[in-house]
């Protein structure tokens, strides 16, 4: 299956989690890809795992931090001139960071703000030109099962994904007559190195309410893989008519 041959695909977080998956299954169904990531360790990890599949010939990384302007329009913006294009971009840069919220500090919420919904906001800007100029463009941005369902020390990470969420509804249809889609992913249960450690506050908590959080299919937390997988079919032909909403993908932890 070759949903993506000749099609040019910018991801960022592409270094570790979904985002290094993303990478692997567009490559894999024939893509161009420009995998972004603010470490370098982690984009040599991508390099090589496309390496031993034999597809890093359609593979570039860049290193990019998303929170800052000016480094979004460098490496982004040069990313998508070495591309020759674009039709579509994965957000899949963020941070994942708990405390309690009486506890946070104003750094600590702009760290998480600053990386999670203005990171999205830039690199979705430096890349609408060239979404919108080939006249059939695709943003997948990353909100989170956290921005419609209560996770206990989150708000700050939760306040990010909500209004990631709004942000890409707004942006589905101011752009929709330019032949724009616009969807979110809203991921829940899945196996990454920002689930395995969001950092738990390691007094007064309270387990019982992380409990929620956990699926009820399956044999618990999902791989990055399976999220992917809905990736690349809502940013092929096949989620042609899907835009301005989002999907959740969580196991059932919030049936």
């Known amino acids: 299956m070759n949903r993506f041959e000749g099609r040019k695909t910018l991801i960022t977080g592409a270094g570790s989690g979904i985002g290094q998956a993303t990478v692997a299954r567009i490559l894999a169904e024939g893509g161009v890809v420009a995998a972004a990531d603010v470490s370098e360790e982690g984009l040599a990890v991508t390099r090589a795992r496309a390496e031993?599949?034999?597809?890093?010939?359609?593979l570039t990384t860049v290193v990019v931090d998303i929170s800052n302007e000016a480094s979004v329009r460098e490496a982004i913006g040069g990313a998508i001139k070495d591309l020759g294009g674009?039709?579509?971009l994965v957000n899949a840069a963020g941070i994942l960071r708990a405390s309690h919220t009486?506890?946070?500090?104003?750094?600590?919420w702009n760290t998480v703000v600053g990386i999670n919904l203005t990171g999205t906001f830039l690199v979705t800007r430096e890349a609408l030109p060239a979404l919108v100029e080939n006249g059939q463009g695709v943003v997948v941005n990353f909100s989170s099962t956290s921005a419609s369902f209560a996770h206990p020390y989150m708000a700050a990470y939760a306040a990010t994904k909500g209004g990631i969420r709004s942000f890409t509804h707004a942006i589905a249809l101011e752009y929709a007559k330019k032949g724009l889609r616009a969807v979110a992913v809203e991921p829940g249960s899945i196996a990454s190195g920002m689930t395995s450690n969001p950092g738990f506050p390691e007094h007064d908590l309270d387990p019982t309410l992380i409990g929620?959080?956990?699926?009820?299919?399956?044999?618990?937390?999902?791989?990055?893989?399976?999220?992917?997988g809905v990736i690349a079919m809502l940013a092929s032909d096949d989620g042609k008519f899907v835009t301005g909403t989002e999907i959740r993908i969580d196991g059932g932890t919030h049936m």
Request: net charge negative.
């Open 212 to 228: 929620k959080l956990y699926p009820w299919i399956g044999e618990g937390f999902a791989p990055p893989e399976d999220v992917a």
């Open 86 to 88: 674009l039709q579509v």
């Open 102 to 108: 009486h506890e946070t500090t104003l750094d600590f």
């Open 52 to 58: 031993e599949a034999g597809v890093a010939d359609r």
